[in-house]
């Protein structure tokens, strides 16, 4: 089931930017760089708002903002990701037949929790390698390994 999850995370927002400015001020060390941080966070939630459980937004959200703080520090020391987006491209999996997704969601369900999660987002909700590394705990090159180990495995399965 398909929630509206926008009005929910626009209560979120109101209710909650202020406190979020606040920790940000602390730990990027000025007020600019926080709202800088929080609207970026809160403009990925709303991007990525269908892989939202609606019971669990604080957790969800917390790491969104985690990942948006990172991202923004590494930005400010000279760090860009631009290299590694333009590698994910080759990690995307293959369109296949109807019959062949309904024996890799199979195959999915036999992974880890983690690599269920990232499997589950990458083929279904077709989020990139860089997306699924800003809404999950996890980092981009786990997530991109996890990706192209499956990938693998399945060249492998259906000898592309």
């Not at 600019?32 to 019971?55: C, H, M, N, T």
């Not at 604080?58 to 703080?69: A, D, Q, S, V």
């Not at 930005?75 to 491209?89: C, I, K, M, P, W």
């Amino acid at each position: 089931m398909q929630y509206n999850t926008f009005p929910l995370i626009e209560a979120f927002y109101i209710t909650n930017r202020p406190m979020f400015i606040k920790r940000m001020t602390f730990r990027s060390g000025t007020v600019w760089d926080a709202e800088d941080i929080v609207q970026e966070a809160f403009a990925r939630a709303l991007k990525y708002a269908k892989s939202l459980e609606p019971e669990r937004l604080g957790n969800w959200f917390n790491t969104i903002l985690n990942n948006t703080f990172h991202d923004h520090m590494n930005e400010a020391r000279g760090y860009s990701q631009e290299d590694d987006e333009l590698e994910e491209e080759s990690v995307s999996c293959v369109g296949y037949p109807s019959r062949v997704m309904k024996e890799i969601y199979e195959l999915i369900g036999t992974k880890s929790e983690v690599q269920m999660e990232v499997l589950n987002l990458h083929i279904f909700e077709d989020y990139s390698a860089s997306d699924i590394a800003k809404i999950s705990p996890y980092s981009y090159a786990q997530v991109h390994q996890i990706i192209t180990r499956f990938r693998n495995e399945l060249k492998t399965l259906y000898k592309e």
